[in-house]
Structure formats: structure tokens, C-alpha cells
């Protein structure tokens, strides 16, 4: 089956350090994604990595990929106020036709 | 730019009117996509337009009618909905329906509620 699997509730201090685990099931996925929705708004695509590489860095954001487990992670560096949302993670299938998003991370940041 | 435009932002509507949700991206994608997310849940693929062609159709009630009148536009026509219909209906767009690199771009999505 297509099944991606995400913890749906994960709560930082401000300055802290997030990170947001993620399983999936189609060792065929190319990409895998990392989508942020605020609340009332549409997906923010935040990184991406392809299947060949282990770590992917930009800025704050640090996504590593374990392929042989198919674990993908996110890990946000100095967490603020500002990344409360939810965080989806995503693979593509069918040839990349189709997104399977996993059912999403909440992350409360406290000050 | 990346943005993906979509109208209106909210929509109220009974169960016998008929509406159309639109969206529009001007990026050259030749792929494009209606979602439907309901409260606390993932977005689920309601359909998919490749190159002005639908090309997946997830089993979705005869109610929703995709429409693509051309490369940059998408709508979604609306009749006889149903209370259980009143979701968040997101758009998105990506360079190509297949391939590895199939990034998308998402709209900002437009509130159902049907009354």
C-alpha cells in the first residue's frame, strides 16, 4: 500500500531544535518532500531531496534520508514562533504522477 | 514567480446551486491538480491534467466536473454537493505530470461549506 506514516503532534521550546520524522513505502519515489501549511493557508513546499542523497541542508532546514529504512526527517535549527504549522512529508509514485502526503506533523513552538 | 491564484477564497453554497472553483498559474506548468483536504487531515488527489488532458480521476463522485480550457487554467464545477463536501479545495501546478522532479506548486486553496 501507499502509506506515509508522520508522528502528528511534536512541541518545542523557542531556540530549540524540531525534528520531524517521517516513513514511506515506494522504494521507487525519485523525491521526497517536505510541505508546511499554516493554519487557513494552501502547502509551502520547504525543501526537497532526491533518493540518492543522505543529507540536504538549506539554511535552518536539515533533511536527512535514510533509504534503506525509508526514514526521512526535518530537522529546523533555532525553532520560532513562526514555523508553528503543520509539516507534511511527501513521496511521489506512479512514475511521479501522484503525491502520497503523509497525515502530518503539528508543531507547537512555546515561548 | 510561483504562484498558483485561486477564486474565490471562500464559498458558501447549498445543496442545489452549482458553483466553479478556479485557479490560474502563469509559471508554463503543463500539469495541474485539484486536491481536496478536510480538517486536521493530509490533502487528498481528486484529479490530474497533463498537458490539458485529464489523466487521473481518483474515483470522485460525478458531483465535482474538472474542467482545463487551456494550459494556464483549471476549474472545478460544482452541482448538488453535499454537506460532506465542505472541505478545503487546494489547486497546485508542476513543470510535468511524470518524472522525478515533480514539484508542486499549491494555491492558497478555497473554503467550501455547503449548507
Known amino acids: 500500500g501507499e502509506d506515509v506514516e508522520q508522528s502528528l503532534f511534536l512541541s518545542v521550546r523557542e531556540g530549540d531544535s524540531s525534528v520531524i520524522n517521517c516513513t514511506y513505502t515506494?522504494?521507487?519515489?525519485?523525491?521526497l518532500y517536505w510541505y508546511k501549511q499554516e493554519p487557513g493557508a494552501g502547502l509551502q513546499l520547504l525543501t526537497y531531496?532526491?533518493?540518492?542523497?543522505d543529507m540536504k541542508q538549506d539554511q535552518r532546514l536539515t533533511v536527512l534520508l535514510n533509504k534503506k529504512d525509508k526514514h526521512l526527517s526535518l530537522r529546523i535549527a533555532d525553532t520560532q514562533t513562526g514555523d508553528s504549522a503543520i509539516y507534511f512529508c511527501a513521496e511521489t509514485v506512479n512514475y511521479g504522477q501522484n503525491f502520497v502526503f503523509g497525515p502530518g506533523t503539528r508543531l507547537s513552538v512555546l515561548p | 514567480d510561483t504562484e498558483v491564484t485561486q477564486t474565490p477564497k471562500h464559498l458558501v453554497m447549498g445543496m442545489t446551486n452549482k458553483k466553479s472553483l478556479k485557479c490560474e498559474q502563469h509559471m508554463g506548468h503543463r500539469a495541474m491538480y485539484w486536491y481536496k483536504q478536510k480538517a486536521k487531515k493530509p490533502p487528498e488527489l481528486m484529479f490530474v491534467?497533463?498537458?490539458?488532458?485529464?489523466?487521473i480521476n481518483e474515483s470522485v463522485p460525478s458531483r465535482f466536473s474538472p474542467e482545463c480550457p487551456n494550459s494556464s487554467l483549471l476549474n472545478l464545477h460544482l452541482h448538488a454537493l453535499q454537506p460532506e463536501d465542505s472541505a478545503l479545495y487546494l489547486c497546485?501546478?508542476?513543470?510535468?505530470?511524470?518524472?522525478?522532479?515533480?514539484?508542486?506548486?499549491f494555491g492558497a486553496g478555497t473554503r467550501l461549506s455547503v449548507l
Open positions: 531531496i532526491f533518493s540518492n542523497m
Open positions: 515506494d522504494s521507487s519515489s525519485t523525491y
Open positions: 491534467y497533463s498537458y490539458e488532458k485529464l489523466s
Open positions: 497546485a501546478s508542476s513543470p510535468t505530470g511524470e518524472g522525478a522532479k515533480n514539484i508542486q506548486y
